[in-house]
Structure formats: structure tokens, C-alpha cells
């Protein structure tokens, strides 16, 4: 079993930026071979895929975080990161850290992400 626990989160103005981390924990034997996921909500809508990183570092992004967003990964620390650079008012949501891999899906409480403009 692995533990995702998401920090980072907060309210911060439109232009402004943020820096989410998700750290896991447990069986973190084979963190390494997840790809490690960060999705978004807002209220009455599903989970949308923010970005990923593979487990070879490899990430790819929605259309709506290219330019702006980074994902990044270090594995020797079990952690993913996303910087968040000029943020809009349409990047509030509760942001999840998401681990995927070996047949099994894991997920973060989720940190929420306030823009204000």
C-alpha cells in the first residue's frame, strides 16, 4: 500500500505562482516504476489530468498547462513536484497527486489551489 500525501496548495493572485508536492510513503519499493500523475477538480465536474511524468522522467502535459506548468519527479526521495507559473482565476480547483503503475492506482486528499484576480 502507498500513501500520497499532496502539499502546496493555497491562494495566490492571477500571474502569481505555486509549487504543489506529493510525497509517498509505505510500500514505496516500487515508486520508481509509477507513472506519477497530478489531476484537478472543480466542484460538479470529474477529475481532469493536469500532468504526468513516467518512470523514466518522460512528462506530458494537458493543453491547458503547457508553458506554465513543470512536472518533475525525484525518485531517490519518493516525491513529484508541479511548479505552477502564471496561474489564471481557471486553475482553482483541488489539485490530486496520482500514482499509477503494476496493475494498481493510487491517490492523494488532494490541496486546494485558489486563484484570485
Known amino acids: 500500500q502507498v500513501q500520497l500525501v499532496e502539499s502546496g496548495g493555497g491562494l495566490v493572485q492571477a500571474g502569481e505562482s505555486l509549487r504543489l508536492s506529493c510525497v509517498a510513503s509505505?510500500?514505496?519499493?516500487?515508486?520508481?516504476?509509477?507513472?506519477m500523475n497530478w489531476y484537478r477538480q472543480t466542484p460538479g465536474k470529474g477529475r481532469d489530468l493536469v500532468a504526468s511524468i513516467d518512470n523514466i522522467g518522460i512528462p506530458n502535459y494537458a493543453y491547458f498547462a503547457k508553458g506554465r506548468f513543470t512536472i518533475s519527479r525525484d525518485n531517490a526521495h519518493n516525491t513529484v513536484n508541479l511548479q505552477m507559473n502564471s496561474l489564471k482565476s481557471e486553475d482553482t480547483a483541488v489539485y490530486y497527486c496520482n500514482a499509477h503503475g503494476l496493475g494498481k492506482m493510487y491517490w492523494g486528499q488532494g490541496t486546494q489551489v485558489t486563484v484570485s484576480s
Open positions: 509505505g510500500s514505496t519499493a516500487t515508486f520508481n516504476f509509477f507513472s
